[in-house]
């Protein structure tokens, strides 16, 4: 049997381990890929996790910000592409999108009128990156929002073939 760690700085797989009140042996039960000392490595960062070792984490944890975490924190290539998504509360997705989508609609001729030529004089430079940074925050309003229901399926408030049916009907339309 396990014993609790004392450990103070926990790094986010050990949090969510313990947040379901895994031991590291339960773990490698549940996981069914990773021993538990591959856990135990991952989790004192004498090793980096794998891609493939998150993803049964984050599903088999119930914490898909796991994936998120990874990519944008620990991957090479995510450190530079992906942003962090902050886990928020349904409502404070939407008003954060919907106070961008406003700004965006300010924006929307100035950014026909700096891109109509094809190109971005010194000028229009601030506009533009004024522009860009607001929609980098749409675009992390959506990230956001899918985060909330990839972990709403994950706790089982939203049905996951339900979900996904419905992502396919949508699509064929």
């Known amino acids: 049997m396990g014993r609790n760690s004392v450990k103070e700085n926990k790094n986010i797989y ?9 031991t590291r042996e339960k773990a490698e039960e549940l996981l069914q890929g990773l021993t538990a000392e ?11 996790a794998h891609p493939d070792e998150v993803l049964l984490m984050a599903e088999g944890y119930k914490v898909p910000e796991l994936c998120n975490y990874y990519c944008a924190n620990e991957c090479p290539i995510g450190r530079r592409y992906v942003p962090p ?7 404070r997705i939407v008003l954060e999108m919907l106070a961008s989508l406003n700004k965006m609609q300010h924006h929307q001729e100035k950014l026909i009128a700096i891109t109509a030529d094809g190109a971005i004089s010194g000028s229009e430079l601030t506009d533009f990156v004024t522009i860009q940074q607001e929609l980098e925050k749409i675009s992390l309003s959506v990230e956001s929002l899918q985060l909330w229901a990839e972990k709403k399926m994950a706790d089982g408030s939203i049905d996951p073939k339900e979900y996904k049916r419905t992502q396919e009907s949508l699509k064929k339309q």
């Open 85 to 91: 998504v902050e886990t928020k509360d349904l409502s």
């Open 14 to 22: 050990q949090r969510s381990r313990e947040a379901l009140g895994l």
């Open 38 to 48: 591959r856990i135990e490595k991952i989790e004192n960062e004498r090793s980096g």
